[in-house]
């Protein structure tokens, strides 16, 4: 295997965070990069959702993002109602996971001019304002999917080997 290959081998790993966390199994997949540059006033949400149904993709993740917005579209932790951000800012974090059946659930953050910075659930309806170049990796063996949890009352990751990798264990 060659030191590119190794590099881009991931081992996903369940962990339990407290006794009332769910553990996923430990799951292994290839990866794949994808690199997409958005233009001015394209949706980073829209966009990453089409890219993922258009290119079949059942589970990805956002490792890296650079930008710049002239709407920043975001829920706050714990509202129901998303916030419009107008002006110029900068992309300072964005990751999340999404697939083209599984949805998305991605965060953003951003800072203004003067540097203050705000985070949160990136939904629909923010604009890039010159470009946001941003590296999805995506995981053929597996299939993101969400279920709901009943100790959190909300549809949280899960994860399965997909049909390729169930194929291959045979």
Do not use: C, W
């Amino acid at each position: 295997m060659s030191y590119l290959s190794q590099l881009l081998y991931v081992t996903f790993m369940g962990l339990s965070l407290s006794g009332s966390a769910s553990v996923m199994p430990v799951s292994k997949s290839s990866v794949e990069a994808h690199v997409l540059r958005l233009g001015p006033d394209e949706d980073p949400k829209l966009a990453l959702m089409k890219y993922v149904q258009e290119h079949k993709l059942s589970s990805a993740s956002v490792v890296s993002a650079v930008g710049s917005l002239k709407v920043a579209a975001m829920r706050y932790a714990n509202q129901k109602d998303a916030v419009k951000l107008e002006g110029f800012r900068e992309v300072v974090s964005f990751s999340g996971t999404l697939g083209a059946t599984s949805g998305s659930h991605l965060h953003v953050s951003v800072s203004d001019s003067t540097g203050v910075t705000l985070g949160g659930h990136l939904v629909e309806g923010s604009k890039v304002y010159t470009t946001l170049e941003i590296v999805l990796l995506s995981y053929p063996d597996l299939v993101f999917k969400r279920v709901l949890d009943p100790k959190t009352a909300y549809e949280e990751l899960s994860l399965s080997p997909s049909d390729v990798n169930k194929q291959n264990k045979k």
